[in-house]
């Protein structure tokens, strides 16, 4: 059997949607686990109507406490050998489950990961995804690992995304991750569950298929820009400890590249939204004095006025980090002008 988990939370528009887009699939041995976390709208009231028309649907309810706390109150529900979640406001193709059944009659993979497209439009597949279907744990060692966390050579994508979507785990290694799974933060929240349990696959197979569609969703929660900073932090220091608890690999590098790249956008994010003067400089200067930057390892950016000012960073030199922020507010003050 499948399992399937849905947090739901305000998703009254979408979740009729969603719940028919997994009824209708050619598989037939699953269970939806809908973990409804505290919603205000009528979405509740939509998943009830569900529970009472199919006996595959189990309907759960607690407050408001976020989408990690909602998946391991799904986990522990579940009935399956396999489980995968799906977004209330996503929806997947019919045939989802019978290539995920299909790929474990070939390979039976500790992990499965299919295509996505974002509101009808397609996403690109991997440089993983083009290579090949089925990778061992050697293969994952040496494709998968080495840009699990944060591509050093600047290129934007990891080899496995963060989110938690699209994807098929087996519950007994999912639930091994638990304790990684915090529930304190609402940023990079995805990732405390699927790179963890990357770390633990022997096994992954990529399906070319595009079978997960979600929608671009501009309703996230707005977050001051220091909490934004402090939450990556937090994730940070979480997969650090995964990755030392989980596999002997050496993830140093991919941290503290993770750590100067949440630095710098802390940085860009201050200096859109604060004036020039002393704040912006006192705030510039206690980022560069964070324990947490390292000066070794400076992600690369395409962007060379990006990659000055991550040096600034890592090199702690607030003072020349100061003077680029303030070109950076004259050229975008220009643009802005030039524009209009």
């Given at each position: 059997?499948?399992?399937?988990?849905?947090?739901?939370?305000?998703?009254?528009?979408?979740?009729?949607?969603?719940?028919?887009?997994?009824?209708?699939?050619?598989?037939?041995?699953?269970?939806?686990?809908?973990?409804?976390?505290?919603?205000?709208?009528?979405?509740?009231?939509?998943?009830?109507?569900?529970?009472?028309?199919?006996?595959?649907?189990?309907?759960?309810?607690?407050?408001?406490?976020?989408?990690?706390?909602?998946?391991?109150?799904?986990?522990?529900?579940?009935?399956?050998?396999?489980?995968?979640?799906?977004?209330?406001?996503?929806?997947?193709?019919?045939?989802?489950?019978?290539?995920?059944?299909?790929?474990?009659?070939?390979?039976?993979?500790?992990?499965?990961?299919?295509?996505?497209?974002?509101?009808?439009?397609?996403?690109k597949?991997?440089?993983?995804?083009?290579?090949?279907?089925?990778?061992?744990?050697?293969?994952?060692?040496?494709e998968i690992?080495?840009?699990?966390?944060?591509?050093?050579?600047?290129?934007?994508?990891?080899?496995?995304?963060?989110?938690?979507?699209?994807?098929?785990?087996k519950?007994?290694?999912?639930?091994?991750?638990?304790?990684?799974?915090?529930?304190?933060?609402?940023?990079?929240?995805?990732?405390?569950?699927?790179?963890?349990?990357?770390?633990?696959?022997?096994?992954?197979?990529?399906?070319?298929?595009?079978?997960?569609?979600?929608?671009?969703?501009?309703?996230?929660?707005?977050?001051?820009?220091?909490?934004?900073?402090?939450?990556?932090?937090?994730?940070?220091?979480?997969?650090?400890?995964?990755?030392?608890?989980?596999?002997?690999?050496?993830?140093?590098s991919?941290?503290?590249?993770?750590?100067?790249?949440?630095?710098h956008?802390?940085?860009?994010?201050?200096?859109?939204?604060?004036?020039?003067?002393?704040?912006?400089?006192?705030?510039?200067?206690?980022?560069?004095?964070?324990?947490?930057?390292?000066e070794?390892?400076?992600?690369?950016?395409?962007?060379?006025?990006?990659?000055?000012?991550?040096?600034?960073?890592?090199?702690?030199?607030?003072?020349?980090?100061?003077?680029?922020?303030?070109?950076?507010?004259?050229?975008?003050?220009?643009?802005?002008?030039?524009?209009?």
């Amino acid at each position: 059997m499948i399992s399937i988990v849905i947090p739901v939370y305000n998703a009254a528009p979408y979740i009729a949607d969603c719940l028919e887009s997994i009824l209708c699939q050619d598989y037939d041995d699953y269970e939806i686990i809908i973990v409804n976390d505290g919603s205000t709208d009528d979405s509740l009231e939509i998943c009830n109507e569900y529970e009472k028309r199919s006996n595959k649907i189990k309907v759960l309810s607690q407050k408001n406490s976020g989408q990690n706390a909602a998946i391991k109150k799904g986990l522990s529900n579940v009935n399956g050998e396999y489980v995968c979640f799906v977004d209330s406001d996503d929806w997947i193709e019919s045939k989802m489950l019978v290539r995920f059944v299909k790929a474990i009659e070939k390979y039976n993979p500790d992990c499965i990961i299919c295509r996505t497209c974002r509101d009808n439009e397609l996403d690109k597949p991997s440089q993983l995804e083009k290579k090949k279907e089925y990778y061992n744990r050697q293969d994952i060692e040496r494709e998968i690992f080495p840009s699990l966390f944060c591509n050093l050579l600047g290129v934007q994508e990891t080899s496995i995304s963060n989110s938690r979507i699209a994807k098929l785990y087996k519950v007994s290694k999912l639930n091994r991750i638990l304790p990684y799974m915090i529930e304190t933060v609402r940023l990079g929240e995805d990732s405390l569950q699927s790179k963890p349990y990357i770390l633990l696959c022997e096994s992954i197979c990529f399906l070319n298929d595009i079978l997960y569609h979600y929608r671009r969703n501009n309703s996230s929660v707005s977050r001051n820009n220091t909490n934004c900073y402090t939450e990556m932090k937090v994730v940070i220091d979480t997969l650090r400890k995964a990755s030392k608890d989980l596999s002997d690999y050496d993830f140093t590098s991919q941290f503290n590249a993770m750590t100067l790249n949440a630095g710098h956008e802390f940085y860009t994010q201050t200096v859109y939204t604060m004036k020039t003067g002393r704040r912006m400089y006192l705030q510039l200067k206690e980022l560069c004095l964070d324990p947490y930057i390292e000066e070794e390892n400076c992600p690369q950016q395409s962007n060379k006025y990006s990659q000055l000012e991550i040096k600034a960073i890592s090199k702690r030199d607030y003072k020349s980090l100061f003077l680029l922020a303030v070109g950076r507010k004259i050229i975008h003050t220009i643009s802005r002008k030039s524009s209009i």
